[in-house]
């Protein structure tokens, strides 16, 4: 069984395109996550989500918007896609106690062209 | 605010050597620590974490870490590396809040010689 699922494992689009990225977790976690992580393996959190609420929203481009439908699902929506957001984007949820450990997806490599 | 150094960008051991990597934090409060491995292509995986108690503690795949207050570390051990430990390693701190924010050090890839 899954815990935290992405889709698209790879993506690859034209400069310009918007796409999205699924993300869902069977853990019955209430906290969702996205890191971006970049060529250099560098993780750097994007969101944070926490019952549909979010909570951490860093500098990030307003081309990034994350959506929230219900507890179990995270999607991450990019619009007017550039070059420089080529990287491998994970998803991950979190416990509501008990520490602070996440559990990641497995990722998605966006390659924009 | 809080922030992971990992010293080592690249560590090379040959199977069967011992491993240490090394990880220092800087935090306010006493923190949440945690070591995870990315296997090439994959996602994260939890090796093990520290939250409070026994300052050397155990986690999967035969692994060790060790809290040193006094040193702001938070190190990664290994007595006999397999090759397929070779990976990449992040050690994190958690900061305390409903966030939960995880702050990542930049990671040592690990290579394992036969």
């Known amino acids: 069984d899954t815990a935290v699922s992405q889709t698209p494992k790879y993506l690859v689009t034209q400069m310009g395109n918007d796409k999205s990225i699924k993300c869902e977790q069977n853990l019955g976690h209430d906290t969702m996550y996205w890191y971006k992580q970049d060529s250099k393996k560098f993780l750097k959190i994007m969101f944070s989500?926490?019952?549909?609420?979010?909570?951490i929203n860093e500098t990030v481009p307003n081309r990034f918007s994350p959506k929230s439908p219900d507890k179990a699902h995270l999607n991450l929506h990019i619009n007017s896609l550039e070059l420089g957001d080529s990287a491998v984007y994970f998803c991950?949820?979190?416990?509501?106690?008990?520490?602070?450990?996440?559990?990641f997806g497995p990722g998605t490599r966006l390659t924009v062209l | 605010a809080q922030s992971v150094t990992q010293p080592d960008i690249h560590i090379t051991v040959s199977e069967g050597a011992s491993l240490e990597l090394r990880c220092n934090y800087s935090?306010?409060?006493?923190?949440?620590l945690f070591w995870y491995v990315q296997s090439p292509g994959q996602g994260l995986q939890l090796l093990l974490k520290y939250f409070s108690g026994d300052t050397l503690v155990q986690g999967i795949k035969g692994f060790e870490a060790e809290f040193k207050r006094s040193q702001s570390s938070f190190n990664l051990r290994k007595p006999s590396v397999h090759w397929s430990d070779a990976a990449e390693y992040f050690c994190a701190v958690g900061v305390s809040g409903s966030a939960r924010q995880l702050t990542f050090g930049s990671g040592t890839q690990l290579t394992v010689l036969p």
């Open positions: 991950a949820s979190s416990l509501p106690s008990g520490g602070y450990e996440q559990f």
């Open positions: 935090y306010g409060a006493t923190p949440y």
């Open positions: 989500y926490n019952n549909k609420e979010l909570i």
